[in-house]
T-cell receptor, first 114, second 116 residues
Framework: GAGVSQSPSNKVTEKGKDVELRCDPI?????LYWYRQSLGQGLEFLIY????????KSGLPSDRFSAERTGGSVSTLTIQRTQQEDSAVYLC???FGPGTYGYTFGSGTRLTVV | DQQVKQNSPSLSVQEGRISILNCDYT??????FLWYKKYPAEGPTFLIS?????DKNEDGRFTVFLNKSAKHLSLHIVPSQPGDSAVYFC???????????????FGQGTILTVHP
């Protein structure tokens, strides 16, 4: 596609429920990133996928968070047993690969845990 | 541990004047720096970048300055326009790193408002 597509754009969920956030990167981009922005905070790195390499999961805040990338394209970020502190905007970005840092972000998914 | 800091949460400037946004970092391994602009309800968009081998990079109205000894970078916008009103994030990366390669560390952002 022309840009990075994320769905849903907004998600309200009850505390304790699981949620899945989806990211469709730009076709041909081998690198995919997940970040989140909490209220009043900067963008916090979560996870990085590059081609077939093992992902860099160093930013995932707890074992309730997981992500996968199928076929080197679409990625899903899953948050299990959501907590109120998980409320944030979750941003996905993609790029042609390491060394190309002007990567393209999607519009994000605003997650609200009530 | 905030490795990239933007100490000014907001900045207000008159149209036509210069906007200067500042950013400080602590990690001496950072060797590549970027600025992103973000409008409400949109993802950040890449604006300009600079490698640590340079001290200045210019692109139209936007210039980024890097002072490695002070671990400080700044973004200058001249002349400022009302359409520049947005949140500006600085970001840094250690490109020579192993598994961190590709990962950016962002500051908290500065809200720029340009008044007509």
């Amino acid at each position: 596609g022309a840009g990075v597509s994320q769905s849903p754009s907004n998600k309200v969920t009850e505390k304790g429920k699981d949620v899945e956030l989806r990211c469709d990167p730009i076709s041909g981009h081998t690198a995919l990133y997940w970040y989140r922005q909490s209220l009043g905070q900067g963008l916090e790195f979560l996870i990085y996928f590059q081609g077939n390499s093992a992902p860099d999961k160093s930013g995932l805040p707890s074992d309730r968070f997981s992500a996968e990338r199928t076929g080197g394209s679409v990625s899903t970020l899953t948050i299990q047993r959501t907590q109120q502190e998980d409320s944030a905007v979750y941003l996905c970005a993609s790029s042609f690969g390491p060394g190309t840092y002007g990567y393209t972000f999607g519009s994000g998914t605003r997650l609200t845990v009530v | 541990d905030q490795q990239v800091k933007q100490n000014s949460p907001s900045l207000s400037v008159q149209e036509g004047r210069i906007s200067i946004l500042n950013c400080d970092y602590t990690n001496s391994m950072f060797d590549y720096f970027l600025w992103y602009k973000k409008y409400p309800a949109e993802g950040p968009t890449f604006l300009i970048s600079i490698s640590s081998i340079k001290d200045k990079n210019e692109d139209g109205r936007f210039t980024v300055f890097l002072n490695k000894s002070a671990k400080h970078l700044s973004l200058h916008i001249v002349p400022s326009q009302p359409g520049d009103s947005a949140v500006y994030f600085c970001a840094a990366s250690a490109r020579a790193g192993g598994t961190s390669y590709g990962k950016l560390t962002f500051g908290q952002g500065t809200i720029l408002t340009v008044h007509p």
